[in-house]
C-alpha cells in the first residue's frame, strides 16, 4: 500500500534530522518510524508495528504531543548544553533546531486516524491523544530560563541517587511539602534561606540539621526540594559508601544551570571511619567558586556526631579525645548547623492535632490527645515522626468502622 503525501514528507523529513537525531532511536518513536519509512508492507507487519507503538506510548502517557515534547526537553545535545554553558550558538545552528522542531512537532500531531488509514486492519484499534504545543516557542522559552528548567533527567525529575557514578532519578520520591510540616518554623526557615540563596546565585553554606531522630531533618529537605523544584532546585542522595566520589560529582554539576543539594541522610562518622576526612575535603572543596551551584545537607543524630553518648565509655581517654576532635572537626566544616531537638508534650500534641486536621480525621480533641500521649510513652518517642504515626493509626480503625 503506498502512503500517503504527509506521512512521506514526515518520513523524510525525520531522515533530516542533525541536533534531535537521537530521538529518533527512542524506544517509543522507533515503531513509529517502521510505520513511515516503508511504502509497501506486510498487513501483518504493519498491524504489530501500529500496536507496539501504542502499546509503549500507552506506558508512557496517552498524549503524542506532550510525550515527543517531553522527550525534546530531556535531550542532551550540544545545542542545549552549549545554551548551558552561556555560550553563543551559530545563527545557522539556531536556524537548524527551529527546523528540527517544526520537524518534530509536525510528527507528534499525528492523529490515530491518519496511521490507522495505512494499516490493513478493519478492527479496532486504540488510540491516543494530541495537543495543540508550539515546540518552537516553548522550547526558547525553557532555553531562555534554563537555569529553572534544565535539561536531560534533570528536567523532570528532582530527586536522584548515586549509582556508579551516575544520577539515577528517583522514580517516586517522598511528596512531602512544607505545608505539610508543623513546628521548627525557625529552624527550617534557617534552611529554607540558604537554600533561596543558592538559588538566587549568591553565596551559601553547607548545612548539618542534627538532633532528635523523628524530628522531621530529612523531610524539611526533601520538602524544600520539592517545593522549588520549578525554580531549578535538584537533591542528589549519596550514601556514605559514595562519600569519595562526592568531588567528582560536584565537578560534573559545576557547568549545569541548575542548583544541587547533595543529600547525606542519618550521617554517623563511626559507622565510616576514613571516610570522615574524605567529608571534610568535600566540605571544603564544595564552597569554590567552580562549585557555587552545589551545597551539601547533611543529618545526624545529636548525640552521634556532636558530642559522646553519656556515661559510655569507649577505648583510652585519648582514643575518645581523638574521637571527640575528629567529630568537631567534621562538625566544623559545616557553615549552618541547625538543632532540632525533641518537642516538649504540648508541641507534640498540637503536632498530632495539626496532623488529624490535615488528613480528615474525626475525633475529638481529648480522646486524640490520650492517645496521642499513651502512645508517645510506649514508645518512648514524642516526636513529630510519633504524632503522624498515632494519627495514622487512628484513621485507618475509623475507616474500618
Sequence with gaps: MVKNKKLQEIDLSLNSLVVFRKLMTHEV???????????????????????????????????????????????ENFYIKAKARGEEVDPLLDACVENELAILERLARLKPHELQKEVSYYGVLPEWKTAEINFFESYMERVRNIEKYGYGLFARHAMFVLREGACVPVQHPDPVSLSELCGYDAERQRILDNTLSLLNGRPAQNILLYGDTGTGKSATVKAIVNTYFGEGLRLIQVTREQIPEIPQLMQTLSGNPLKFIIFLDDLCPDSFGSGISELKAALEGSVSQKCSNTVIYATSNYRGLLREHAGEVFGSEKQQHDAEQERAGLAGRFGIRVHFEMPAKQQYLATAGFLAEQR??????????????????????????????IVSRLLAEELAK
Design 360 to 389: 480528615g480525621l474525626s475525633i475529638a480533641q481529648p480522646v486524640l490527645e490520650q492517645a496521642a500521649w499513651d502512645y508517645a510513652q510506649q514508645i518512648g518517642e514524642c516526636s513529630p515522626r510519633a504524632a503522624g504515626q
Design 29 to 75: 518513536i522507533l515503531p513509529l518510524r517502521g510505520l513511515l519509512d516503508t511504502e509497501t508492507m506486510d498487513p501483518v507487519i504493519q498491524l504489530r508495528l501500529y500496536t507496539e507503538f501504542v502499546s509503549r506510548l500507552y506506558t508512557q502517557s496517552m498524549n503524542l504531543t506532550e510525550y515527543i515534547f517531553r522527550l525534546i526537553c530531556e535531550d
